[in-house]
């Protein structure tokens, strides 16, 4: 039966969907030191697709670990027993095991710059025999995906309630300047990707060949936006930026390169902050816990927990940016080396400065 890509759920323009964890204690700072080691990952996954480029890159092949063929449940649980060394996975199971404090992040996916997404496929003889039934489909897509935009927090609480995973980890993902991107168009960009993909998928004899011209049929969609189609597919702007004014800092909050994110516990809503340095100040002097608290990290600008990132004092910034966060020590270490006087945190002691 022939089948056809007709809309996107969601995308990460860098990839970032995809991550390596290990366990908190683990003595690996790059995916260079898995050599030998065993990675638990969902063989023929995006996830397993990004492993293999990225181990690439790193100057080892699939052969120099071993590879587990693992549901992510089962990779996770893995990772919490210690029966492998790493976890390489896709959303939302390495940043939920990071926000349990079981895993830290190793490798994000997209350091390869090579955009990860989720799909619609349909059967192409089911789209010709009930084109009303795909197009309600989608209607209803549209309209999910303008809620989660429109309504992150409650979105998140809602998905929560219904996948019993954490509000706070799927908030990262969903919530302005989110992890993933909610769009319905097929950007040219993802063809590239898919298109780079292709050879893979080869390889693990996933598939023969595949003619994306054919594969892919946008008229559903637009069908459903009519002329704004194309201005919106060629958009890549993210559909739920984070805004608002600093209560600390006293400042609008605008760059998506240091804008920041506080959810304290008892609030309905959240708070933000300009810079990274404003939302650990905000929290230093807020009376009570925090749920969660989000950053973009500073060599990438990909969102992440406060709490995990590690942080840089640079004595010579300037006075809103001297604590910096990095998702990975490696990368923390690095910016830190190049700047006299400068030294690597870890979350409490990063508040402790202020």
């Not at 650990?280 to 608290?293: M, P, T, Y």
Request: hydrophobic share 40%.
């Amino acid at each position: 039966m022939r089948s056809e890509l007709i809309a996107v759920t969601g995308y990460n323009a860098r990839g970032s969907l995809n991550q390596v964890v290990v366990p908190v204690e683990s003595p690996a700072q790059t995916l260079a030191d898995l050599a030998d080691g065993v990675v638990s990952t969902s063989v023929g996954s995006a996830a397993h697709g990004m492993l293999v480029a990225e181990l690439d890159r790193a100057g080892l092949s699939s052969d120099d670990v071993q590879v587990l063929n693992q549901e992510p449940a089962v990779g996770a649980s893995a990772v919490e027993g210690r029966q492998v060394d790493a976890l390489a996975q896709f959303v939302p199971w390495p940043q939920s095991m990071i926000f349990s404090g079981e895993a830290r992040l190793l490798h994000d996916g997209g350091d390869a710059e090579l955009p990860t997404f989720h799909a619609v496929v349909s059967g192409q003889a089911f789209g010709e025999e009930h084109p009303e039934v795909v197009h309600a489909f989608l209607e209803s897509m549209q309209e999910s995906t303008e809620y989660l935009n429109e309504h992150p927090l409650d979105a998140a609480q809602e998905v929560s309630a219904v996948t019993g995973l954490s509000p706070e980890v799927i908030y990262l993902y969903n919530g302005p300047n989110g992890l993933v991107s909610f769009d319905l168009t097929i950007k040219a960009e993802l063809v590239e990707a898919l298109e780079q993909d292709l050879p893979f998928l080869r390889e693990l004899g996933s598939l023969q060949e595949l003619d994306l011209d054919e594969f892919i049929n946008d008229g559903y969609l637009r069908e459903l936006f009519g002329d704004g189609y194309e201005s919106q597919r060629d958009d890549l702007t993210s559909p739920s930026p984070l805004t608002g004014s600093d209560p600390v800092c006293g400042d609008e909050v605008s760059d998506p390169a240091t804008a920041s994110e506080v959810w304290f516990d008892g609030s309905d809503e959240t708070s933000v902050a300009v810079t990274p340095t404003c939302l650990l100040r905000q929290i230093s002097e807020h009376d009570g816990e925090v749920r969660a608290a989000y950053v973009p990290d500073a060599r990438t600008g990909t969102r992440i927990f406060a709490t995990s990132a590690a942080w840089v004092l640079d004595p010579e910034a300037a006075e809103n940016e001297v604590l910096v966060p990095f998702a990975v020590v490696a990368d923390a270490e690095a910016y830190a080396g190049e700047r006299p006087g400068s030294r690597v945190l870890d979350y409490d002691a990063a508040l402790a400065e202020l």
